[in-house]
């Protein structure tokens, strides 16, 4: 699994914090941090998190051959 965040778009809510802070963290008040490559044992928890994000900044994607977006960073 993949994991970008535009973070252009992120005005640090941290939702995706909350949700999978293993993979997400806010680093201060404004910048957020994530592990673009999590296990694929997190992926409901990441999945729940992009799901969350107010401006859908989160983009999932699968790896090993699965060209389809699970979620989408839609501007």
Request: proline share 7%.
């Amino acid at each position: 699994m993949r994991v970008v965040v535009d973070l252009s778009r992120c005005q640090g809510y941290a939702q995706c914090a909350f949700l999978a802070p293993d993979v997400f963290r806010m680093h201060g008040e404004e910048a957020l941090m994530y592990n673009p490559n999590p296990d694929d044992a997190q992926r409901e928890q990441v999945l729940r998190a992009a799901a969350a994000c107010p401006l859908q900044a989160i983009l999932v994607d699968r790896l090993e051959g699965r060209d389809s977006p699970v979620g989408t960073a839609q501007s």
